[in-house]
């Protein structure tokens, strides 16, 4: 079972399948906050899929991940960008207008985590217990993990510059 940290000291345990970088990125279907329909990430799709994974986009790293990706990811043609937190779609969608979010979908996975679970990315115990990690996976249009990034403090933000690249190499 993987770990995070928290502020350096306490240790939270992942639960959930393990997905790596040639796996199958399972097709889960999620909650996008503009208009609560339903929104499919993983699985092979026609165009390249940044998921971008955040605890709540009402802590500052999130909403700034969450920014930076908004500007960086909308210069690369033929990649879907989705952002994934366990955050409500009504505070989700909140967010997006007050932030001017608009050059990518913010969803949710609160209904019955299945996105969390599925790849292995929900905090199984520790204070925050019941939300993601935060992590990066890139998928190719055949459906497979190209690029994964599980950031070990949940405190720290991702390697933006490599999860980048990893969607442009995979156009």
Do not use: H, W
């Not at 990518?104 to 969390?116: E, G, I, M, P």
């Amino acid at each position: 079972m993987a770990t995070v940290t928290l502020k350096g000291d306490t240790v939270c345990n992942l639960s959930g399948t393990e997905i790596n970088v040639g796996d199958a990125a399972p097709e889960i279907t999620v909650v996008n906050s503009a208009g609560l329909a339903d929104k499919v990430v993983g699985g092979a799709q026609d165009k390249v899929q940044l998921i971008v994974v955040v605890p709540s986009l009402d802590t500052a790293v999130c909403a700034a991940e969450t920014r930076k990706f908004n500007e960086k990811a909308a210069d690369i043609e033929g990649v879907d960008t989705t952002v994934v937190s366990m955050d409500l779609p009504f505070a989700a969608g909140r967010f997006c207008t007050a932030e001017g979010i608009e050059n990518l979908t913010v969803a949710s996975d609160f209904r019955n985590k299945d996105f969390a679970n599925a790849y292995g990315v929900l905090l199984a115990d520790g204070p925050l217990a019941g939300v993601t990690a935060r992590a990066i996976f890139v998928v190719g249009k055949d459906g497979k993990v190209v690029y994964k990034e599980l950031v070990p403090e949940i405190t720290a933000e991702p390697e933006y510059d490599k999860a980048l690249e990893a969607a442009k190499a995979a156009v």
